[in-house]
Each structure stands twice: as C-alpha cells, then as structure tokens.
T-cell receptor
Framework: DTAVSQTPKYLVTQMGNDKSIKCEQN?????MYWYKQDSKKFLKIMFS???????INETVPNRFSPKSPDKAHLNLHINSLELGDSAVYFC????????????FGPGTRLTVT | AQKVTQAQTEISVVEKEDVTLDCVYETRDTTYYLFWYKQPPSGELVFLIR??????QNEISGRYSWNFQKSTSSFNFTITASQVVDSAVYFC??????????????FGKGTKLSVIP
C-alpha cells in the first residue's frame, strides 16, 4: 500500500487556468506538507499544516492555497497558473513530534504552457 | 534563519569506489535535526537517515555511513563500494526543534552522484 499518494502524476495546463493536486497519506500522521522542486532540483517548503496551525512560507504567492478536508488529506489549489509555476510538487507527511522524518509522495509534475 | 550547503554539485565515481557527500549547515538553535534523502532518477524522495543535534555518534548502515560533527557543523555521508544503483541526487536537510515552521525541512541544493560501471 502506498504511504503517501498524489494525483495526478502529470498535469499539463495553460496559463490562467485553475488546477488542484490531491494528496493522501495512510500513515496516520498528523502533519502534512507541500514542497516545490524547481528545474534545478531545488526543494523548497510551501506549506506545513496540522490540526492546529497552517504555516505558509512567505514567498508563496497567494494564488496557492492548501485545503485539508481531514487529517489524511492535504490538497493544493492553484489559481491563475503562470509559466513560473511549472515544477514538481511533492506532498509529504510526518508525526508532529519534533524532528520526525517526513515521507514524501511520488510528486506531481506540473507543466504550464 | 537556517541554511544547508552542499558544495558538491555533481560527483562521478567508478563502481566500487568510496565516495563522501558533504553537508554543512547553519542554525542558531541548539536543538535541531538533520536528514539525508535520496532522489533516484525515477524521482521519488527516499528518507535515509535522521540525526538529532545531541547525538554525535556516527552511524553505519550497510554500505552507508554518516559522520556528524557539531564542531564543524557538518553531517557528511559516505557510500562504501559504490554501485550503479547508488546513482541519484542526494539531499541533506535540516529542521528546527521549536518555533513556527519548525516541522519544515530546509534542504541543501543536492549533490548528483553518478556511479559509472
């Protein structure tokens, strides 16, 4: 069984569209994350979320918004897509105990044309 | 703010050679956690090891070993007798123990390791 899953794996869309990426974890973790990996492989945190708090990286445009219907899901909504949004987006989860390792989903490759 | 530096962008070795991947970190916290992740060509991110700032013991797992030295703020990763399957991008990462966003990983830029048969 997949621990952290993301759908879709590939997403090709045009500028200006709105899209969502779904993430689900079956590890029973209480904290979930979204990371962005750019074309140079640099990984950067976008959001972390658990029942108590949403932490947003200040560099993330407000076109990006996480939505968590329950502890096992953290979806990423992106409005008005831009060319620069093209990247691989990774979902991850962990227990909120400090310093616990995070487990990553397989990634979603978003291409904006 | 914390920072992770992996100065080696790319390394190529011949199979069976040993290779060390360097990681240097910066943080003002006295309690923090360090990680290594592997990203093979297939793209997934695989957790390899976690180390907390109070535990400076080196660790060995099969062909992998990690050398944590607080005095030099380094957490280096050595692969012994490298194999083609070790070819991947390796990321060092840091997270703090407290404060807003303390769960979040700060990654280095990664080191691409190519093992040539």
């Amino acid at each position: 069984d997949t621990a952290v899953s993301q759908t879709p794996k590939y997403l090709v869309t045009q500028m200006g569209n709105d899209k969502s990426i779904k993430c689900e974890q079956n590890l029973g973790h209480d904290t979930m994350y979204w990371y962005k990996q750019d074309s140079k492989k640099f990984l950067k945190i976008m959001f972390s979320y658990n029942n108590k708090e949403l932490i947003i990286n200040e560099t993330v445009p407000n076109r990006f918004s996480p939505k968590s219907p329950d502890k096992a899901h953290l979806n990423l909504h992106i409005n008005s897509l831009e060319l620069g949004d093209s990247a691989v987006y990774f979902c991850a989860s962990s227990q909120s105990d400090r310093g616990r390792e995070q487990y990553f989903g397989p990634g979603t490759r978003l291409t904006v044309t | 703010a914390q920072k992770v530096t992996q100065a080696q962008t790319e390394i190529s070795v011949v199979e069976k050679e040993d290779v060390t991947l360097d990681c240097v970190y910066e943080t003002r916290d006295t309690t923090y956690y360090l990680f290594w992740y592997k990203q093979p060509p297939s793209g997934e991110l695989v957790f390899l090891i976690r180390r907390n700032s109070f535990d400076e013991q080196n660790e060995i797992s099969g062909r992998y070993s990690w050398n944590f030295q607080k005095s030099t703020s380094s957490f280096n990763f050595t692969i012994t007798a490298s194999q083609v399957v070790d070819s991947a991008v390796y990321f060092c990462a840091l997270t703090l123990s407290s404060g807003a966003g303390s769960y979040q990983l700060t990654f280095g830029k990664g080191t691409k390791l190519s093992v040539i048969p």
